[in-house]
């Protein structure tokens, strides 16, 4: 692929991944789960290596009651992936949803009250993190639900 082409992400629970990492494995898969009350539709994009497979990037759109602000979707991704509040430094950009959070190796944004988006990364595509989580856009409102 050359550099000036844009991998699209396809769609994801009415969300559409606008853009993907370059180099990012091209193995995808979907997941549906659900932790504490908040049901996640997941996709991940990862690679075969010599000592098995890396995860390279995932996308989770959350969907749950306790989800009312960005400090409520902040205080359950901490708990979600194990990050210590204290220790936990995240800084803001900018999202056409509104103000979202990130790190070096997530970001995350509130699209409404109940409805979120959690991006991740490893540091290989740190520098992609915020243009490809400013590339998830809302589609329809009902698909997925």
Not at 4 to 26: N, S
Not at 64 to 69: A, I, M, N, S, T
Not at 79 to 104: I, T, V
């Amino acid at each position: 692929m050359s550099s000036g082409e844009r991998r699209d992400g396809g769609v994801l629970d009415g969300f559409h991944i606008g853009q993907l990492p370059a180099g990012i494995g091209d193995e995808v898969s979907d997941f549906a789960t659900e932790w504490d009350d908040v049901r996640f539709a997941s996709r991940v994009w990862e690679r075969q290596t010599p000592d098995g497979h890396r995860v390279d990037l995932r996308v989770h759109v959350l969907r749950g009651e306790r989800l009312v602000d960005l400090t409520a979707l902040r205080d359950f991704l901490g708990e979600y992936h194990e990050r210590d509040p204290a220790g936990w430094q995240l800084s803001e950009f900018p999202h056409g949803d509104g103000p979202g959070l990130y790190d070096g190796g997530q970001a995350f944004w509130l699209v409404e009250p109940g409805v979120a988006v959690n991006v991740l990364t490893i540091p290989e595509f740190s520098e992609s993190l915020l243009p490809t989580a400013r590339s998830i856009q809302a589609g329809d409102s009902d698909a997925g639900r």
